[in-house]
């Protein structure tokens, strides 16, 4: 089972996921492997650091460096992880990558996702869980981990505009809206609930 846990930065995701990964362990017995983007594999980290440096390139060229930073994560991670049958849990995954290059270069939404269905096999999750934060609180837990990235500065408006792209995105039954403004406590068992009810306690 592929499983993405969503939300704009400082909404939460990586402790979600990091909880999910043990719970599923040490009450399921679910074997689960936690994958990020784009540094996810070797090849991803060149990626990023590419990205992440002040080197000159137009916006769709960043687009097509997230997108070979995703291929090679699946390729080398999620696709040979869910045929041995074990959970795969992004931290971001295709939310992320729609809403931000939607946002960023005006690539329509239906482009983004054929170009990533390419990346990615055709191989998408079966839930996802949006974890909505307003977008002063997200900034606030930003600021508070410090060494802020080139995205966290995008600003109010930015995680505004991805805010209600995200919801928009969300209007699935593949997709679970969660209140991240709660504790971490809360928000673990909604994930935890709304993943049993969707089969994902079983091996």
Known sequence: ?????????????????????????????????????????????????????????SEKAEVFSFLAAKAQLYNQIVLPALAEGRHVIADRGSMSFLTYHHISTDISIENLQYLMDIATGMVRPEITFLLDVPPEMALERIKKRGNLSPFDKKGLDFFDRQRELFKHLCASPHCAFINGS?????????????????GGNET
Do not use: Y
Not at 182 to 198: G, P
């Open 182 to 198: 709660l504790d971490i406590e809360e928000v673990q068992i909604l994930v935890i609930k709304r993943l049993l009810t969707t």
């Open 1 to 57: 089972m592929l499983i993405e846990i969503e939300g704009i930065d400082g909404s939460g995701k990586t402790t979600q996921c990091d909880l999910l990964k043990d719970f599923l362990w040490q009450h399921q017995k679910v074997d689960a492997v936690v994958v990020r983007e784009p540094a996810g594999t070797e090849f991803g980290s060149e990626l990023k650091n590419l990205i992440m440096s002040d080197t000159p390139r």
